[in-house]
């Protein structure tokens, strides 16, 4: 996927992906020679060894 940073808030950058999705990142996560205007690349990858049951999880937290 890729986004354009739009603007920078404090310690997060606005990013602006396609079809006008805005979406907070925090500035860390980006390389420190960005700019306002820059196109960024990046992707999700589900790691299989690492699964959360939402259910368990819930459960737990109203315990």
Do not use: C, Y
């Not at 996927?1 to 997060?12: C, H, L, P, S, T």
């Not at 990013?15 to 420190?32: C, D, K, S, T, Y």
């Not at 306002?36 to 459960?59: H, P, Y």
Request: proline share 6%; charged share 30%; aromatic share 12%.
């Amino acid at each position: 996927m890729r986004a354009v940073i739009d603007r920078f808030e404090e310690n997060w950058a606005v990013l602006e992906a396609p079809h006008g999705i805005m979406w907070n990142v925090p500035r860390q996560f980006l390389p420190p020679e960005v700019k306002e205007g820059d196109e960024v690349a990046f992707s999700f990858t589900r790691v299989e060894t690492r699964s959360i049951d939402n259910s368990k999880l819930v459960e737990e937290l109203f315990e």
